[in-house]
């Protein structure tokens, strides 16, 4: 047993404890309260003066899948549409990004394909700490990853092949919809059709099991509604730069399962990246759509998802809404809000330490990660 005591506690379950202890056993978490008697023989860790969180919870990210610079494992660029592929098969837990997420105070992080293709494959969500693949992957599928605008048009333009324009994106992911209608219809009425394991990837979004994660920005959010009202699937908006311009169209979205926004440190050039509005998140949060903040890791500094969230902060959202945006928000956005995202009883022991207050000092820092009851990482 494992015994949080004396900490300020933000639950991201609609309560904070100003002073309060949680009582770990196992993997679990088993009691959070004001004041805990301490078990015998239990560990104790004196948090006094350090605030307390749930784990960070990384709605899309691609460690482990390739390096800045270096070799990639995240995108299978052979052809603009690839359903087949599992990133869970990219994905190198020995990478020094898992470390760093660690020192972070990210617990959980869904990894995605990258935006190369139109149709990456399949994410999965994965603990920053484990033996192995297996024993940190938490989750997949949780969603199929897609990208719209520049990504795979600049793949594929360049080989004078579909897609070289959005009309060409739009139609790739249209393509394969009907194609997986067809082919889900003939399985549904008893008819012989070939096993393809794109389609039967297509098909669970299709079926509502797993959400299309979609790369866009712009007026490209626009083109994932209509798609997604088209062949009725859930879908999310990863990046989002630019959603202050869509408010209307975002939030009355009615297959929305949330946005994923961010990141904001990125080199604003015209066009899709040429408005970078984290501010959107706090009308988008009255308008009552769930929003989170990523990191887009390697390509950030896994520290920057805090900031983020002090950024929204500084344009005026509360600290427990804005800790709620790289917690329970992304938790329930992938699908896994009822074992991560939150200090309750019941949930998988991910918790993180910090000295100072997340998303409001600027120097508040990450002193202790636990995954799953584990001490993971201690300054």
Known sequence: ML???????FTSAGKIFENGDILIDADKIIKVADKIEIPENAAVIDATGLTAIPGIVDAHSHIGTFSVGGDQDANEMTKNATPEV????????????????????????????GSGNVIGGLVCAVKSYG???????????????????????????????????????????????IRAQEYLRKKEAGEDVAYDQGMENICKVLKREIPMK????????????????????EFTLDHAWGASDYYDDISNAKNLRGVIFGPIGVYLTPGECGKVDIDSLIELNRRGVCCCIMTDGPVMNPDLIVNQAGEVVRFGLSQEKALEMITINAAKI?????????????KDADIVLFKGSP???TDARAVCTIVNGKIAYKE
């Open 3 to 9: 015994v949080i005591k004396n900490a300020k506690i």
């Open 86 to 113: 599992e990133v869970f098969y990219g994905i190198d837990t020995e990478s020094k990004a898992f470390g760093r997420v660690l020192r972070s105070g990210i617990t959980t992080s869904a990894i995605a394909p």
């Open 131 to 177: 033996d192995s693949i297996e024993d940190m992957c938490i989750k997949n599928p949780v969603a199929l990853k897609m990208a719209l605008g520049g990504n795979p048009k600049g793949v594929y333009g360049k080989r004078n092949q579909m897609p070289m324009t959005r009309m060409g994106i739009a139609e790739v992911i249209r393509e394969n919809y």
């Open 214 to 233: 979609v790369h866009c920005e712009q007026f490209d959010m626009l083109t994932t509604i209509r798609i997604s009202e088209e062949f009725n699937v």
């Open 334 to 346: 992938i699908g896994l809000q009822d074992r991560i995202g939150s200090i309750e009883e019941g």
């Open 359 to 361: 998303a409001l000092d």
